[in-house]
């Protein structure tokens, strides 16, 4: 555990303290040291301070004191006293002198004669303009005023802000103190309104506080900002509290109109503190009740209550114990925390309280714990009579309440820590479900644990007793949960921080089941297999099965399967009792797909031998021309009874090619009574005209059958966008190449945001025409559409995607189009961006123009504009013209805003004006070298002719640059020189108006050095200087002399004196046998002088006393033998890595090491590397092998003797 730091004794037993003086006065810091013979050191801004006119020093004994004489503004620095290892600081505040200004209204004293109504004091010209020119840089025309006000009353502070001249409309913030921001707190006792008058255009905004409270006391600041301007405003409030008017009894205040006995019992009847009557409310003496119950002990409080008939006892306590509160004034605090902090999070602040003692002992509390100091969390800073915290990376833990103790007084703060915004990194996604569904919406923000807001509609949500909203937190990642949705849930969900929002669509659909593939009527033979099946929209949807009316159970032979969204029925070894009608019912939905299933019973008749070959065709399902249809994927099976005697030979053929008995996808088998033909997976390939043959010796048979293959149709090609709106579009396809062998029933639209993975259908009924209009879109957010072709099979795979789009309006119209100058020839105009703009943004403005009354605009650019101002150029002088703007994006432009009035094209004349920059009203001081670089701003109409002039001289143009423009004259010079300096004049002139300004440029340069530096008086321990002023003042003041010395042994110089300002100074405490040289530096505004005047005659400072011989000493022998310290300890390691062996070793003179490896030297083997080190040596091996292990040594040789030390290095193969 470290020990503690022990507490340092100061070597002042009075210090000096932080004063308070008005300019010119002389400030006295007093202080008293411990011991007489401390030096002390006086310091400004950690400069050391020497005797001078300005500052006088003295010493009496152990009193020490520093004066400052005639004190001006730039002397207001913290100051400080160094007296050993102690240091003290403290600080000079200088406050302005109270200035009498002439134009205070007076009351006129007797004798004076008061002026006659309508008789005004003549306000100068210059004077006029000044404040039009202060009216042009503030934005408030009435700024809220400070104010005071009782408890319980309410105040209204107002601001009122001009817009003719602004683009944007001002945001006015409202602050308490320095940083607390008061929006945050509106509520029942504070309320922030605004108000805009069209006719004068001008915002109004008020703050209003009901109920003040004393705490609501304090300093409040108004900051209203636009664009490109800002401006704030200062004020405070004063609370009092209610006092009782002058002669009237106390005692009626506190009467109860009733009493009967409880606490709440009447109500206070104050209509005696409120009338001001003539008449005597009691005949008894003055009494001062106050004073009576502030002396009394508590328990006759009731006793005197009585004796002077105070039935509110209760009301009159808590006035007395406020009361007792006010009398108890805290006098170690001269400056207290504000109220309230605000501070970013991750940043530092600086909490300061002012102290009457600076050496009392100060506590911070957080919270009511003690802040001890831990690292750089908290740093504790004691500047004069200032106490500072300061609190560095600021968190939301550091959120709190904080407070300064000083013995038994406190002052209070709240510190608020504002978080970073949080931003939404991965948005909401549109989401279309069944009603009775569960739906997640998601979402990704920026920072971990941060607080989101959800809403539907622009309502909150919150977790009701149902629980029909769920809110997930996952990391970065937040849900809102929705359990069994309905109709009703249906809206646009919004997710919100406090650094942006997301928002997307819920779809909400009945459930309507589709069903894509009907079952069909089967015929089939004895021992053969049936199989039912069908295809519906919803995978999740379960089914019974039954036969004529009665449900089917699986068994051996009877397999009932679900798999996604085909349910099949599937009957092995038909029998003739499986002939029936079989229907398939889904849970839930009110209707069934029916189908039957037909026994093919073969009857052969006894005929004679020799019977020609017969084919027996009787399929039930094809159509009279003997067509038979096959969805795509099925199976086909067609038995075709055959007779014949002998037993006839069977052929297949289609389009005049054999099909073979082979097994194969499309396959032939032959039987003594009947051939059987499979087509396995029918495809679309497989449609056409089959043609079966039987023939024996008696004849031949043919017959033929057309199979028709029918599938889901082709998918549609990409949709087109036809049209965009604000949050719809209209978009158009073709048909499916091929429909799939039945007619498109319809189409299917699903649609995506571009960045997002869900596709959301857009509708459930099908839609028949090639044409739709999708609605409900978010503007400014890029989708994607696709397309499903629907049949009687089923619905085709989606069609590509469509181009991205993005659903965009045209902006609102410009607003307040003003004309803002004008001549003859150009037009000056200019307006406000639209108060829509969406999220397609500003492509620019189009400006037109035409004759008034002609309807032919003519364009004044040919592209659009950026700006919200333009200048109109080459424009017929003397036409009455008529403007118009619209604003326009990639939707197109929007409805135009035009000018009130038809504009006349002439220039109006304006009196040439210069406004002179208050920087350039005094002389302007730059260095030689330097740029020099003038705007002058000025009026006029028509453009005024500008003439410079220096010194009444026209100027050089090789040295000096001058550029004009309409409403500015710039005068330029690269690198300035001393002759440079002098009055430049700049003339205005219009005809025979003209304005006239002069400035004053005076360039500097580092002066010469001093003359005739030489030593004029010697003794003790000090040398006299003296020198001339230089020749050269590099065109300014002499601010003072550098003095320094130099011992004549080292030349090394040291400053004895900066800014010295006399020619003359003693230097002290030199050192005694030394010889000292002397050099002066001469100090203006650009610095010291580029050469020192040296002196030609050195000091010398005579030797006095006893002359010090000093011991001799036999030089020590520091020659050692070498030895090691530190050995090589044995290693095993694994091969492939590097390593390393270290020892150390001690010698003088220093030893030569050498390494070797089973005693061979290594010295030159580049596979090793040898490091030494202050003593420690090193020998790195570089990826060994199994080769590299063996005995290392190391040897130290110096002419002494030799050590040496050895260890064993094994080397492993990795496992």
């Known amino acids: 555990m470290p020990e503690p730091a022990k507490k340092s004794v100061s070597a002042f037993v009075k210090k000096p303290k932080t004063l308070e003086v008005a300019v010119g006065e002389k400030a006295v810091f007093e202080a008293e040291t411990e011991k007489k013979e401390t030096k002390v050191k006086w310091q400004r801004d950690g400069a050391d301070i020497t005797a001078s006119d300005k500052y006088v020093i003295t010493a009496d004994g152990n009193k020490h004191s520093l004066t400052v004489c005639s004190v001006t503004k730039e002397d207001d620095v913290v100051y400080s006293v160094i007296a050993g290892s102690s240091k003290v600081k403290f600080e000079l505040k200088v406050k302005e002198q109270q200035e009498k200004t002439e134009n205070v209204t007076t009351v006129p004293t007797e004798g004076e004669v008061s002026k006659p109504e309508g008789h005004e004091d003549e306000v100068p010209a210059d004077r006029q303009q000044a404040n039009v020119r202060q009216d042009l840089i503030g934005l408030f025309l009435e700024k809220p005023q400070s104010s005071e006000v009782t408890v319980g009353e309410n105040i209204t502070f107002s601001a009122k802000v001009a817009t003719e001249t602004l683009l944007k409309k001002p945001t006015v913030k409202w602050f308490k103190g320095k940083w607390m921001d008061l929006s945050s707190k509106a509520g029942k006792h504070l309320q922030l309104k605004e108000t805009f008058d069209r006719n004068t255009k001008v915002y109004t905004f008020e703050m209003q506080i009901i109920g003040a409270k004393p705490n609501y006391a304090g300093a409040y600041r108004c900051e209203v900002a636009t664009k490109d301007k800002f401006d704030s405003c200062n004020f405070d409030l004063i609370v009092h ?12 205040a506190f009467r109860r109109t009733s009493c009967d006995g409880t606490d709440e019992a009447g109500e206070l009847d104050f209509s005696a503190l409120l009338k001001k009557s003539a008449a005597a409310v009691s005949s008894e003496p003055d009494i001062d009740v106050w004073e009576i119950l502030r002396n009394a002990p508590a328990s006759a409080y009731e006793k005197i209550a009585f004796q002077y008939g105070i039935t509110d006892l209760r009301g009159m306590l808590k006035r007395l114990k406020r009361m007792k509160k006010e009398e108890k004034k805290g006098t170690a605090f001269l400056k207290k925390l504000d109220p309230a902090y605000q501070v970013d999070k991750g940043h530092k602040i600086k909490l300061m309280v002012e102290v009457a003692n600076p050496n009392a002992d100060v506590k911070w509390l957080k919270n009511g714990q003690e802040i001890q100091m831990s690292g750089s969390k908290y740093i504790f800073e004691n500047v004069g009579n200032k106490k500072i915290l300061t609190i560095n990376h600021c968190s939301l833990a550091d959120d709190a309440a904080y407070q300064c103790v000083i013995g038994d007084e406190k002052c209070f703060t709240e510190l608020f820590v504002k978080e970073p915004p949080v931003l939404i990194i991965h948005a909401l996604e549109d989401q279309m479900v069944m009603k009775g569904e569960r739906v997640e919406f998601e979402c990704e923000v920026s920072e971990e644990g941060a607080q989101v807001k959800w809403e539907k509609d622009g309502v909150e949500l919150t977790r009701e007793e149902t629980f029909k909203y769920r809110f997930k937190k996952d990391g970065k990642k937040h849900y809102l949960i929705i359990n069994d949705v309905t109709k009703e849930d249906c809206g646009h969900y919004r997710v919100k921080t406090n650094g942006g929002e997301s928002v997307a669509e819920l779809l909400v659909q009945e459930k309507q089941l589709e069903v894509y593939q009907n079952i069909a009527d089967l015929t089939v033979k004895a021992k053969d297999q049936a199989v039912f099946k069908c295809e519906v929209s919803d995978e999740n949807v379960k089914g019974v ?118 097994d194969g996808r499309v396959h032939v088998e032959t039987f003594k009574d009947h ?232 220039e109006i004349a304006q009196r040439p004006k210069i406004w002179m920059p208050r920087s350039l009203r005094q002389t302007l001081i730059k260095k030689v070298g330097e740029t020099i670089n003038l705007v002058i701003p000025f009026q006029g109409k028509p453009r005024p002719k500008v003439t410079w002039t220096k010194d009444g001289q026209p100027l050089d143009p090789k040295q000096v640059s001058v550029r004009h423009s309409d409403s500015d004259t710039i005068l330029f010079i690269r690198r300035a020189e001393r002759k440079d300096s002098g009055q430049y004049e700049v003339v205005l002139q219009i005809e025979n108006m003209e304005d006239k300004a002069t400035i004053a440029i005076q360039i500097i340069d580092k002066p010469g050095p001093p003359l005739n530096l030489k030593v004029t ?41 900066e800014h010295y300002r006399r020619t003359h100074c003693v230097v002290s405490d030199l050192i005694m046998g030394n010889e000292y040289v002397f050099r002066v530096f001469t100090m203006n505004l650009c610095g010291p002088s580029e050469q020192p005047c040296t002196s030609k005659d050195s000091a010398y400072i005579q030797k006095t006393g006893i002359v010090y011989k000093p011991p001799s000493y036999k030089e020590h022998d520091f020659s050692e033998v070498p030895k090691f310290t530190h050995p090589l300890v044995n290693r095993s390691v694994i091969s492939g890595y590097n390593v390393t062996l270290s020892c150390a070793v001690r010698g003088t003179p220093k ?39 063996g005995m290392y040594i190391c040897r130290a040789v110096n002419e002494h003797g030799e050590a040496e030390v050895e260890c064993k290095l094994e080397v492993r193969a990795p496992q």
Request: aromatic share 10%.
């Open 1151 to 1189: 030893p030569k090491v050498t390494w070797y490896k089973n005693k061979m030297d290594i010295s030159n083997d580049p596979k090793y590397r040898m490091f030494s080190k202050q003593g420690v040596l090193t020998l790195e091996i570089r990826k060994p092998s199994p080769f590299d292990g």
């Open 1017 to 1057: 008086d010697i003794w003790g321990f000090n040398v006299a200087l003296e020198w001339k002023p230089p020749k050269d003042n590099g065109n300014c003041e002499i601010t003072g002399y550098n003095v320094q010395k130099a011992d004549k042994k080292t030349m090394e110089w040291f400053t004895v004196f």
């Open 241 to 252: 509290e209610a006092r009782a008017p002058e002669g009237v009894d106390i005692r009626t």
């Open 675 to 906: 051939c059987v033909f499979t087509i396995e997976g029918a495809e679309r390939q497989d449609e056409g005209l089959y043609t079966v043959v039987v023939k024996n010796p008696a004849g031949e048979d043919k017959a033929d059958i057309n199979v028709k293959v029918v599938d889901v149709p082709d998918p549609p090609e990409a949709p087109r966008i036809l049209s965009l709106g604000e949050d719809w579009c209209n978009i158009e396809w073709d048909p499916p190449a091929f429909n799939g062998g039945q007619p498109v029933l319809g189409y299917v639209l699903e649609r995506k945001k571009k960045k997002g993975y869900r596709w959301m259908r857009l509708n459930f009924d099908l839609h028949k025409e090639l044409t739709y209009e999708a609605k409900r879109m978010i503007e400014g957010v890029a989708y994607e559409m696709r397309i499903y072709a629907v049949n009687a099979i089923g619905m085709s795979h989606p069609s590509p995607a469509s181009q991205p789009f993005i659903p965009i309006a045209p902006p609102g119209e410009p607003m307040n189009l003003t004309v803002d100058d004008i001549t003859d020839t150009t037009i000056n105009l200019k307006w406000r961006p639209p108060e829509h703009i969406g999220a397609a943004g500003l492509d620019g403005y189009i400006v037109e123009y035409c004759k008034e009354g002609s309807n032919e605009w003519v364009l004044a650019f040919k592209d659009p504009v950026d700006k919200n101002s333009v200048t109109v150029r080459d424009l017929p002088t003397g036409e009455k013209l008529q403007f118009r703007v619209c604003a326009v994006n990639i939707a197109g432009p929007s409805a135009p805003v035009t000018l009130n009035q038809a504009v006349t094209v002439r």
């Open 545 to 662: 099965w039954y036969k004529n009316g009665v449900e089917v159970k699986a068994s051996e032979r009877i397999q009932i399967t679900h798999i996604g969204r085909i349910h099949k029925l599937t009957i092995d070894d038909v029998k003739p009792e499986d002939e029936g009608d079989y229907t398939f019912v889904p849970e839930g939905y009110a209707f069934n797909l029916s189908a039957k299933l037909n026994f093919l019973e073969v009857k052969i008749d006894y005929v004679p031998r020799q019977d020609p070959p017969k084919i027996h065709l009787d399929c039930v399902g094809h159509t009279p021309e003997t067509t038979i249809v096959v969805v795509a994927g099925n199976k086909l099976r067609l038995d075709v009874p055959i007779t014949g005697d002998p037993a006839p030979t069977v052929v297949w053929t289609k389009a005049n090619t054999v099909i073979s008995n082979k």
